[in-house]
């Protein structure tokens, strides 16, 4: 079992509805999760990151975690074709080496539809 | 946020030969990564670059064959040694800035090297 496991898609969406991003982690001692957009040919950006249960909003963007469930998602609302990318999903735990570290996800492809 | 670069932003290497890229961030930070990432691809993380102290190297990847320095707060180099065409990728610098409760991790512009 990979550690952090994301559909690779394509999630195709059409312009203006809601895309859901999915993630699911296996260490339940995971600190923090992140959300990460990644256009071709670009590097990563950052787009939020959230530590405990529940939602947390950031303009158009939603991220949900469920700790029992160990589980992350990400909602884009409204859409837009400039939002076609990559969604990387990122955890972050203490080992007990005490290097912090994360791990991504393999990502999965967002395309919005005109 | 932070503000990072890489340079070179890409090159072509022959067989055999080797590149240094560094990474510059704006302000100091306690964490540097390297990462690679091949087409299509998600990110492998090399080792975490230590101010002061040898580089911490992920299971694959070695000292010999990616060597990394720390000189300070805001700047590392990774070398990739005796390069094949197996080492072609993208590779990219990120550093971990503290906010009240968690690290967040910001990546440089990357590397893109073709080794030929």
């Known amino acids: 079992q990979k550690e952090v496991e994301q559909n690779s898609g394509p999630l195709s969406v059409p312009e203006g509805a809601i895309a859901s991003l999915n993630c699911t982690y296996s260490?339940?001692?995971?600190?923090?999760f992140f959300w990460y957009r990644q256009y071709s040919g670009k590097s990563p950006e950052l787009i939020m990151f959230?530590?405990?249960?529940g939602d947390k909003e950031d303009g158009r963007f939603t991220a949900q975690l469920n700790k029992a469930s160990q589980y992350v998602s990400l909602l884009i609302r409204d859409s837009q074709p400039s939002d076609s990318a990559t969604y990387l999903c990122a955890v972050t735990r203490l080992p007990s080496s005490g290097t912090y570290k994360y791990i991504f996800g393999t990502g999965t492809r967002l395309k919005v539809l005109a | 946020s932070a503000v990072i670069s890489q340079k070179p932003s890409r090159d072509i290497c022959q067989r055999g030969t080797s590149l240094t890229i560094q990474c510059q961030v704006d302000?100091?930070?306690?964490?540097m990564f390297w990462y690679r990432q091949q087409p299509g691809q998600s990110l492998t993380l090399i080792a975490t670059?230590?101010?002061?102290?040898?580089?911490?190297?992920e299971s694959g990847f070695v000292i010999d064959k990616f060597p990394i320095s720390r000189p300070n707060l805001t700047f590392s180099t990774l070398t990739v040694s005796n390069m094949s065409p197996e080492d072609s990728s993208i590779y990219l610098c990120?550093?971990?800035?503290?906010?009240?409760?968690?690290?967040?991790?910001?990546f440089g512009p990357g590397t893109r090297l073709t080794v030929t």
């Open positions: 990120s550093v971990a800035k503290s906010s009240p409760v968690s690290y967040e991790q910001y």
């Open positions: 302000s100091q930070v306690t964490m």
């Open positions: 260490d339940r001692g995971s600190q923090s």
């Open positions: 959230i530590y405990s249960n």
């Open positions: 670059a230590n101010q002061g102290s040898e580089a911490t190297y």
